[in-house]
């Protein structure tokens, strides 16, 4: 891929960013990049981080790995809420945004018993759709093209990102076969 623009997968927690980014890597023959993963070996992890040095001190951290990563190029999978800063989201507007959804009722397993600091207090149901909501017009915003995992095959999805991305970073996708689905 010699575009320098990135594959970028943003979305709610749970929706499936790191597993279907890195296989729509191995389709596209690139390189991928989980940020949290940097953030993880970098720093440890992201829960210690939470406790130890607050919110505030992650996001800019995630600002930093979200920089790395898209210099890197290839396919990126953003944290949940790396796209709460602004300097994250102008540096998306030169990149391929891939929004991925995902509905209640199947993240509810995906989420359950998982060591996400934002989902500690109370019911982790009901904070991810907080969450989700709070953040929803901002992934709607930045997307050019969105698919919902909540039902498999998920090889689909990933069939349909890789197929979408290809074409576009070919330069070969006709202006009407954009926009979100």
Same mark, same amino acid.
């Given at each position: @891929?010699?575009?320098?623009?990135?594959?970028?997968?943003?979305?709610? @927690?749970?929706?499936?960013?790191?597993?279907?980014?890195?296989?729509?890597?191995?389709?596209?023959?690139?390189?991928?990049?989980d940020t949290?993963?940097?953030?993880?070996?970098?720093?440890?992890?992201?829960?210690?981080?939470?406790?130890? %040095?607050?919110?505030? =001190?992650?996001?800019?951290?995630?600002? +930093?790995?979200?920089?790395?990563? &898209? +210099?890197?190029?290839?396919?990126?999978?953003?944290?949940? #809420?790396?796209?709460?800063?602004?300097?994250?989201?102008?540096?998306?507007?030169?990149? &391929?945004?891939?929004? &991925?959804?995902?509905?209640?009722?199947?993240?509810?397993?995906?989420?359950?018993?998982?060591?996400?600091? $934002? $989902?500690n207090h109370?019911?982790? &149901?009901?904070? *991810?759709?907080?969450?989700?909501?709070? %953040?929803?017009?901002?992934?709607?915003? $930045? +997307?050019?093209?969105?698919?919902?995992?909540?039902?498999?095959?998920? %090889? =689909?999805?990933?069939? #349909?990102?890789?197929? *979408?991305?290809?074409?576009? $970073?070919?330069?070969?996708?006709?202006?009407?076969? #954009?926009?979100?689905?």
């Open positions: @891929m010699s575009d320098p623009r990135s594959v970028v997968f943003i979305g709610p @927690m749970g929706a499936g960013k790191s597993s279907i980014g890195r296989r729509v890597a191995k389709r596209l023959a690139v390189s991928f990049t949290d993963s940097l953030i993880v070996a970098e720093h440890g992890r992201i829960a210690d981080l939470f406790s130890s %040095r607050g919110e505030a =001190e992650f996001r800019r951290i995630e600002r +930093a790995a979200v920089r790395d990563a &898209l +210099a890197r190029g290839g396919v990126v999978a953003l944290g949940g #809420g790396a796209v709460l800063d602004p300097d994250t989201r102008a540096d998306l507007a030169a990149h &391929l945004v891939v929004l &991925l959804t995902v509905s209640e009722r199947t993240v509810a397993s995906r989420i359950q018993g998982a060591k996400r600091p $934002l $989902l109370g019911d982790p &149901l009901a904070e *991810w759709k907080r969450i989700a909501a709070e %953040r929803q017009p901002i992934y709607e915003e $930045l +997307a050019d093209i969105a698919f919902d995992t909540s039902r498999g095959p998920l %090889r =689909e999805v990933v069939t #349909g990102a890789a197929e *979408w991305a290809s074409a576009r $970073l070919a330069g070969t996708a006709s202006p009407d076969t #954009g926009g979100a689905s």
